[in-house]
Nanobody, 124 residues
Framework: VQLQASGGGLVQAGDSLRLSCAAS????????MGWFRQAPGKEREFVAA????????YYADSVKGRFTISRDNAENTVNLQMTSLKPEDTAVYYC??????????????????RGQGTQVTVSS
């Protein structure tokens, strides 16, 4: 399984950015896909997740209403549309995939695979 994240960059507060995670190596129809982030000196934290089959989404309270996670079945990608970005959103963002129980989407260890990160920097 390979997860290739892209789309990070340097933006100003209030700007938008779209991250993509290209998934390959198996069929992901039964999987959940998640985005996590880690800022320097901080713990890795959950951002958003989506169940591939149903499209059910989950969000951290800190990003709810600003970020939208979606999947593209044709391209086998999961996207994270980020709007109204804040300096505290600055982090390395990782995508992850796994057979995750309904109650465990916020737990990074519940995911079986993780891609390399993409840096998002939001200046004030």
């Amino acid at each position: 399984v390979q997860l290739q994240a892209s789309g990070g960059g340097l933006v100003q507060a209030g700007d938008s950015l779209r991250l993509s995670c290209a998934a390959s190596g198996r069929t992901f129809s039964r999987y959940s896909m998640g985005w996590f982030r880690q800022a320097p000196g901080k713990e890795r934290e959950f951002v958003a997740a989506i169940r591939w089959s149903s499209g059910t989404t989950y969000y951290a309270d800190s990003v709810k209403g600003r970020f939208t996670i979606s999947r593209d079945n044709a391209e086998n990608t999961v996207n994270l549309q980020m709007t109204s970005l804040k300096p505290e959103d600055t982090a390395v963002y990782y995508c992850a995939a796994g057979l995750v129980d309904y109650s465990n989407h916020r737990r990074a260890l519940a995911y079986d695979y993780r891609g390399q990160g993409t840096q998002v920097t939001v200046s004030s």
